[in-house]
């Protein structure tokens, strides 16, 4: 059962801006965070973590490469996460994950991820 559903990934020049999407289904709607990582290319199993939202308070995390560009937000009453990220580098190329779990920057917090959206930026 598939309960993160990711979207909006593609292909930007560099400065240009994307929003991604997550949809929540399921056990996704237990915890209090939702988190997005990504995982450049050649990285293997590592995920970086990106950006974090408590789901009650809209408390915000981002780690610092991406501070000032992207921006988190959440949706409750349609179970929606959002990513919006803006002036896009080519180092920001990598698959992103959304995620379900408890706050924290850990990949251990997070219990449902989804499949992943690719974004691809060129220089």
């Known amino acids: 059962q598939v309960e993160l559903v990711e979207s909006g990934g593609g292909l930007v020049q560099a400065g240009g801006s994307l929003r991604l999407s997550c949809a929540a289904s399921?056990?996704?709607?237990?915890?209090?965070?939702m988190a997005w990582f990504r995982q450049a290319p050649g990285a293997g199993k590592d995920y970086n973590f990106t950006?974090?939202?408590?789901?009650?308070?809209?408390?915000?995390y981002y780690t610092l490469g991406v501070r000032g560009r992207f921006t988190i937000s959440r949706d409750n009453a349609n179970n929606m996460v959002y990513l919006q990220m803006n002036n896009l580098k080519p180092e920001d190329t990598a698959v992103y994950y959304c995620a379900a779990g408890t706050w924290g920057t850990a990949r251990s917090n997070f219990h449902s991820w989804g499949q992943g959206t690719q974004v691809t930026v060129s220089s």
């Open positions: 399921g056990r996704a709607l237990s915890g209090d965070a």
């Open positions: 950006a974090l939202i408590n789901k009650r308070t809209s408390d915000t």
